[in-house]
């Protein structure tokens, strides 16, 4: 494991304030160009930096759903392991700072500033530079930029270990500019197929591109569709590691899928047992955690330390119960397959749908709407629809229209939408009046909006 050599932004750079890191964060378009967004950006940006990502440990988590969750177990296992531990989300659920953590805490919003100044520096020194050559200014993203600023800070608190989820895919995500010596791959549903492609292969395709020689693979649950397997093994094969395989029941032997290793069977099988007071598709994740803290250490990691780090570990935004009278529970499930995850953790909770709270909903119009609204709607008894003040949330009429389109296909009343709203302040308005209980799903955003009007 790597020790902090301590670091240094390697010129001077004007320093935004808090307001201004923010507004570069959510449209980079000051430091942006005709090049397109490419990997290169942020190696150069980083290079420009002189590898803050060099002075710590890197750790990339990959994958169509469960990332998030398997991150934030992984950077807790470690830091109760005794590491100083980094963590990078997204998005965020209202702070842009949010995605950045350092031992457990949220960085200061002073931190965020910095960090976003010295990426932003080194963007346009890293285009000035091309430009004075002849060659086309980088178009540098949001989630660049934030990953560039990730990796100044950490270097700077000198963390031992940073766990740094992939944004979109793997192959081209900006995380992928920095040598992780592990990765983990937690499954691969149909996302962002517009950009990943159509298939279970071709996304598994641009996922396993994490999958590089040397380093250490953990391979989730959700992996082990036929179609995906057999491109998880041909990328591993060409890199020459064999992965770790992991459930939550079993971390697979010598002989198991794809010719996986195990270091400690116990440990995976604990997975289980210590998320039970957690939703039902949380141990999964854990277990790709566990197997991969084990593997980055070497070693069985202490069971008591363990069942504290996971006990205490918070997912924001995942089955969260943001209010408890009257109940409002959030959850950022936006694909039809973290859905009917977050579904079938519902009906452990409460098994009679009649008894359930009403359903909140919103979505974005780059999503599988249909498929989302094919799976929460007969989940709840009643709905009210919403519009997040995303640029790409589908407009509420458009999803109240689809939401009744389902109830008729389920022989229910229309009448079963109770409102439309066209933002989520007005929809959470009519239910506190109302003292109405509320579940909110969909999307990110939703549960972010939910969470900063009511945590506020």
């Known amino acids: 494991m790597a020790r902090c050599k301590g670091y240094a932004v390697p010129f001077g750079f004007p320093e935004l304030t808090y307001g201004e890191a923010v507004s570069m964060a959510a449209d980079t378009g000051k430091i942006s160009g005709d090049a397109g967004p490419l990997l290169e950006t942020v190696i150069d940006m980083l290079d420009e930096l002189e590898r803050p990502d060099g002075h710590f440990d890197c750790i990339q988590v990959a994958g169509t759903n469960g990332k998030t969750s398997t991150t934030r177990f992984t950077a807790a296992i470690l830091r109760g392991e005794g590491l100083l531990t980094a963590l990078y989300t997204s998005p965020q659920l209202v702070r842009y700072e949010e995605r950045l953590e350092v031992d457990g805490a949220v960085v200061s919003p002073d931190e965020f500033a910095h960090g976003v100044s010295a990426a932003a520096e080194a963007g346009r020194r890293v285009n000035a530079r091309r430009v004075s050559i002849g060659e086309p200014a980088y178009t540098i993203t949001p989630f660049d930029l934030l990953t560039v600023a990730a990796m100044v800070v950490f270097a700077e608190r000198c963390v031992d270990v940073a766990v740094l989820e992939v944004g979109m895919g793997g192959r081209w995500d900006a995380t ?153 529970l959030v959850d950022a499930c936006h694909n039809p397959q973290s859905c009917e995850n977050f579904v079938s953790a519902l009906n452990e909770a409460q098994p009679m749908i009649s008894d359930r709270p009403v359903l909140l909903i919103a979505a974005l119009s780059d999503k599988d709407v249909r498929g989302i609204v094919d799976v929460l709607v007969p989940a709840f008894p009643r709905v009210i629809v919403a519009q997040t003040d995303s640029d790409r949330a589908l407009p509420a009429a458009e999803l109240a229209e689809l939401v009744r389109v389902k109830l008729a296909e389920l022989g229910r009343d229309e009448g079963d939408v109770l409102a439309v709203f066209g933002d989520v302040d007005s929809a959470l308005g009519w239910a506190t009046a109302g003292g109405q209980p509320l579940v909110a799903a969909g999307t990110i955003t939703l549960a972010g909006e939910v969470a900063g009007l009511l945590r506020r």
């Open 176 to 328: 992928s500019a920095t040598d992780p010596v592990a990765v983990v791959i937690t499954g691969i549903g149909l996302d962002h197929t517009r950009i990943l492609g159509d298939t279970l292969a071709q996304i598994a395709a641009e996922k396993a591109a994490v999958i590089k020689p040397g380093r250490f693979v953990v391979l989730g649950e959700g992996t082990h569709e036929p179609e995906v397997q057999r491109v998880m093994d041909e990328r591993c094969a060409a890199c020459g590691v064999t992965p770790w395989v992991s459930s939550h029941e079993v971390l697979s032997e010598p002989d198991g899928i794809g010719g996986a290793v195990s270091f400690s069977m116990r440990t995976a099988r604990a997975a289980y047992s210590i998320t039970m007071h957690k939703p039902s598709y949380q141990p999964q994740n854990a277990a790709c955690a566990i197997a991969l803290a084990e593997g980055y250490l070497g070693r069985v990691l202490d069971s008591d330390a363990l069942e504290r780090s996971i006990e205490a570990c918070p997912i924001p935004g995942r089955f969260d119960v943001v209010r408890v009278d009257p109940l409002v």
